[in-house]
C-alpha cells in the first residue's frame, strides 16, 4: 500500500471519487446523520466503483424523516447506533440529497409535512440496490 493515501484524490482510486464534500449541518445537531450518510455514500461509491456524488442520500430523510416514528427537532441530537439502525431499516428507500435537501427547521416541533416534502418520491438509485449493515469493530486492529 502507498506510504500516503487520500481518498479525496481520484488518482488513488482508479479515477473514481469515493468521498463527497463534507455537509454543513448548520445550527443543528445532526451530525450523526451528516457521518452516517457519508459513510454510506462512501461505502457505495466503493463498491459500485461510481462516484460518491452519483450515491447521494438525503441527509434530511434520515434525520428528520423515519418512517414510522415523529419528526426529530434540530435541538435533540441523535448518536451512531441509532442512526445506522435507521440506515439499516430505512436505506434502501432513502431519496437523494437533490430529491430531498437538507433544509433544517429550527423550532421544537414541525409537522413532518414541513420537514418531509420531497421534490421526488424515487429512491436513490444505488441505495436501493443492495443493503447496509454495520459492524462495530471491538479493537483499533479490526478497523485497519
Known amino acids: 500500500s ?4 487520500s ?6 482510486t482508479n479515477g ?3 468521498v463527497n464534500p463534507s455537509g454543513d449541518q448548520q ?17 457505495m461509491a466503493s463498491a459500485l466503483d461510481v462516484s460518491a456524488s452519483d450515491c447521494s442520500i438525503s441527509v434530511q430523510a434520515l434525520y428528520f424523516c423515519p418512517e414510522g ?17 435507521t440506515l439499516q431499516q430505512q436505506g434502501q428507500h432513502l431519496p437523494t ?16 409535512n414541513a420537514l418531509c416534502a420531497a421534490v421526488c418520491s424515487e ?14 469493530f471491538g479493537t483499533m486492529w479490526e478497523a485497519q
Not at 2 to 5: I, K, L, N, S, T
Open 27 to 43: 445550527n443543528c445537531q445532526t451530525c450523526s446523520a451528516f457521518a452516517v450518510a457519508s459513510a454510506a455514500e462512501t461505502a
Open 16 to 18: 473514481v471519487q469515493l
Open 7 to 12: 481518498s479525496l484524490d481520484p488518482s488513488y
Open 97 to 112: 440529497a437533490a430529491c430531498q435537501p437538507y433544509k433544517p427547521l429550527y423550532k421544537e416541533e414541525y409537522p413532518n
Open 123 to 136: 429512491a436513490s438509485r444505488y441505495a436501493s440496490q443492495g443493503n447496509f449493515r454495520a459492524s462495530q
Open 69 to 85: 416514528t415523529p419528526s426529530r427537532a434540530c435541538g435533540a441530537g441523535w448518536n451512531l447506533s441509532d442512526a445506522l439502525a
Open 2 to 5: 502507498p506510504q500516503v493515501y
